[in-house]
T-cell receptor, first 112, second 111 residues
Framework: GIQVEQSPPDLILQEGANSTLRCNFS?????LQWFHQNPWGQLINLFY???GTKQNGRLSATTVATERYSLLYISSSQTTDSGVYFC??????????????FGKGTLLTVNP | DAGVTQSPTHLIKTRGQQVTLRCSPK?????VSWYQQALGQGPQFIFQ???????QRGNFPDRFSGHQFPNYSSELNVNALLLGDSALYLC??????????FGSGTRLTVV
């Protein structure tokens, strides 16, 4: 199955700083998503981005499918951005293999 | 537009007992997947239900079973609970396996 690797595992920032989180995946994908897990455990969907670039406010993401990586950019970070960021991917093919495989996550801490 | 709803939010069970967790998918979604997330780890795929049938299963023992109802809602059942089953259980819904939306999860503690 697909392997998903995220880096860095931990990141500490001062409020207002920018950051880039990286996700590498081992095979071509039909689905790639970035999630933010809040302190209560809910996975908040940030982007559905199997290819291309998307932006939503201070967050943006780029997936280069041919090179099998995705980047999540956080600009002007705020303390509320703290939490774990997960990248997850799936490769649906021939009526099988629907599961979403998660990386181990990046723990982001934004200090005031 | 309600998202994915899970119940209960927290649960404490004793080893050997059985537990049932429930999930209502987001409106318009027809596929439900269940994930187990241990502390400090990423979610692990348990199984996925589509058209009331288990479509794919992860590496979990037969003690884990599920069901999908005609209204697309789903249940996860775990029999003969072990201490190691303590985790956050997440339900995700989608339309045709693209763009998953997750619920807030059920935190299960086995004592």
């Amino acid at each position: 199955g697909i392997q998903v690797e995220q880096s860095p595992p931990d990141l500490i920032l001062q409020e207002g700083a920018n950051s880039t989180l990286r996700c590498n995946f081992s095979d071509s994908v039909n689905n790639l998503q970035w999630f933010h897990q809040n302190p209560w455990g809910q996975l908040i969907n940030l982007f559905y981005i199997p290819s291309g670039t998307k932006q939503n406010g201070r967050l943006s993401a780029t997936t280069v499918a041919t090179e099998r990586y995705s980047l999540l950019y956080i600009s002007s970070s705020q303390t509320t951005d703290s939490g774990v960021y997960f990248c997850a991917a799936s490769r649906y093919s021939g009526g099988s293999n629907y599961k979403l495989t998660f990386g181990k996550g990046t723990l982001l801490t934004v200090n005031p | 537009d309600a998202g994915v709803t899970q119940s209960p939010t927290h649960l404490i069970k004793t080893r050997g007992q059985q537990v049932t967790l429930r999930c209502s998918p987001k409106s318009g979604h027809d596929t439900v997947s269940w994930y187990q997330q241990a502390l400090g780890q990423g979610p692990q795929f348990i199984f996925q239900y589509y058209e009331e049938e288990e479509r794919q299963r992860g590496n979990f023992p037969d003690r884990f079973s599920g069901h999908q109802f005609p209204n697309y809602s789903s249940e996860l059942n775990v029999n003969a609970l072990l201490l190691g089953d303590s985790a956050l259980y997440l339900c995700a819904s989608s339309r045709s396996s693209y763009g998953y939306t997750f619920g807030s999860g059920t935190r299960l503690t086995v004592v």
